[in-house]
């Protein structure tokens, strides 16, 4: 079974500044099948990014994605003040079926 | 337009079973390659996927809980139902369903079901 681990655990930026999260496979997520949600407070999450690097729909082009095998990132180019949330990688592509990492928080410094 | 909601009780006690219906409309639990997962989100804490179902009666569960976890659908009502038996207070969370084609990440969510297990 694949675990993903996130990293940093909390990431303190201004709004306009450039955010790059980690996700980190224990091994190889074949076919690029990783994706990133959001979650603010209160809120389902919501899929930002999926095959590791094509945007969902209606998501902003300040998201991107990146990587293959076991690592994966999320850029945020400019953060937004409704960017600030915690962002978790998933793979979809491996046995018994979907894995979260731990998240990371992004928020205001 | 694609929507999904969960529906259970609030409050239930230790060693008792749980059941989460997840209703869903803006598609059909018998098209083809479409699937519907469970997740849950105990409070402040990360996301844990539970189980999944397809369209073909297909399931999958998390390995650290499938002794006690069984996914069924009922496509003439569009529901998956969740159960989860012998709850204990860790297990309180916020539980999610949410949309999955086969080899598709979970595109639709809704918006969760707070359950609290408490004598």
């Known amino acids: 079974e694949i675990v993903l681990t996130q990293s940093p655990g909390t990431l303190s930026l201004s709004p306009g500044e450039r955010a790059t999260l980690s996700c980190r496979a224990s091994?190889?997520?074949?076919?690029?099948?990783l994706a990133w949600y959001q979650q603010k407070p209160g809120q389902a999450p919501r899929l930002l990014i999926y095959?590791?690097?094509s945007r969902a729909t209606g998501i902003p082009d300040r998201f991107s994605g990146s990587g293959s095998g076991t690592d994966f990132t999320l850029t945020i180019s400019r953060l937004e003040p409704e960017d600030f949330a915690v962002y978790y990688c998933?793979?979809?592509?491996?046995?018994?079926?979907?894995?979260f990492g731990p998240g990371t928080k992004v928020d205001i410094k | 337009q694609v929507t999904l909601k969960e529906s259970g009780p609030v409050l239930v006690k230790p060693t008792e079973t749980l059941t989460l219906t997840c209703t869903v409309s803006?598609?059909?639990?018998?098209?083809?390659?479409?699937?519907v997962s469970w997740i849950r989100q105990p409070p402040g804490k990360a996301l844990e996927w539970l189980a999944h179902?397809?369209?073909?009666?297909?399931?999958s569960y998390s390995t650290s809980l499938k002794s006690r976890l069984t996914i069924s659908k009922d496509t003439s009502k569009s529901q998956v139902v969740l159960t989860m038996t012998n709850m204990d207070p860790v297990d309180t969370a916020t539980y999610y369903c949410?949309?999955?084609?086969?080899?598709?990440?979970?595109?639709?969510w809704g918006q969760g079901t707070l359950v609290t297990v408490s004598s």
């Open positions: 949410a949309r999955a084609g086969y080899g598709d990440p979970l595109d639709y």
């Open positions: 803006g598609f059909s639990l018998s098209n083809a390659r479409m699937g």
């Open positions: 179902i397809f369209s073909n009666d297909e399931k």
């Open positions: 091994q190889s997520v074949s076919s690029s099948y």
């Open positions: 095959g590791a690097s």
């Open positions: 998933q793979q979809y592509g491996s046995s018994p079926g979907f894995t």
